[in-house]
T-cell receptor
Framework: GAGVSQSPSNKVTEKGKDVELRCDPI?????LYWYRQRLGQGLEFLIY????????KSGLPSDRFSAERTGESVSTLTIQRTQQEDSAVYLC???????????????FGPGTRLTVL | DAKTTQPTSMDCAEGRAANLPCNHS???????VYWYRQIHSQGPQYIIH???NNETNEMASLIITEDRKSSTLILPHATLRDTAVYYC??????????????FGTGTRLTIIP
């Protein structure tokens, strides 16, 4: 079946503009994560969605960042008034949601490379 | 979550076993060891995880020392497609499904033809 897809694959924008990044998770995966990866660095957690529960927004770096999820499908990450330090690859991952000891492996999309000029 | 230390880079000859070490000397009793890898320009991919027993799956083996302060990921017959950055992560397993990950810079493994 289809994996996690993200769009656009690349986005170049000017400082101060708003951008929207889209994630389509694997069908049936109720958990969805957004991460950021700066050049040459590891992964930074941004936000987590699970069903109708309140999202875990603890990783969002500022109030310029927000994300929404429509039911248990598509998610959109929005960055307002982009800054050059926002340049990074933004990765989305989805997983099943099973509690009680099962590990919920995350399946990652290919990412969106954002460049802020 | 416990801190991990990995070598910055390693080389391995194609067809040989690749052994990737990870030190996690401050690991707690309820923290698991997870391994992911990231092939160039792709998203990370889960490999394997374990608590204290050695684990094996179709991709790799995970050997955890008895004191759990270090572990080794073994790719038994490395191929060129195994060239990637390998991340060792130590964290408590979530009972609530939120398995948010934080990666360091990992080990860049290069398989040499």
């Amino acid at each position: 079946g289809a994996g996690v897809s993200q769009s656009p694959s690349n986005k170049v924008t000017e400082k101060g503009k708003d951008v929207e990044l889209r994630c389509d998770p694997i069908s049936g995966h109720t958990a969805l994560y957004w991460y950021r990866q700066r050049l040459g660095q590891g992964l930074e957690f941004l936000i987590y969605f699970q069903g109708n529960s309140a999202p875990d927004k603890s990783g969002l770096p500022s109030d310029r960042f927000s994300a929404e999820r429509t039911g248990e499908s598509v998610s959109t990450l929005t960055i307002q008034r982009t800054q050059q330090e926002d340049s990074a690859v933004y990765l989305c991952a989805s997983s099943l949601y099973r509690t009680g000891g099962s590990y919920n492996e995350q399946f990652f999309g290919p990412g969106t490379r954002l460049t802020v000029l | 979550d416990a801190k991990t230390t990995q070598p910055t880079s390693m080389d391995c000859a194609e067809g040989r076993a690749a052994n990737l070490p990870c030190n996690h000397s401050t690991i707690s009793g309820n923290e698991y060891v997870y391994w992911y890898r990231q092939i160039h320009s792709q998203g990370p991919q889960y490999i394997i995880h374990g608590l204290k027993n050695n684990e094996t799956n179709e991709m790799a083996s995970l050997i955890i020392t008895e004191d759990r302060k270090s572990s080794t990921l073994i790719l038994p017959h490395a191929t060129l497609r195994d060239t990637a950055v390998y991340y060792c992560i130590v964290r408590v397993a979530s009972n609530f499904g939120n398995e948010k990950l934080t990666f360091g810079t990992g080990t860049r493994l290069t398989i040499i033809p």
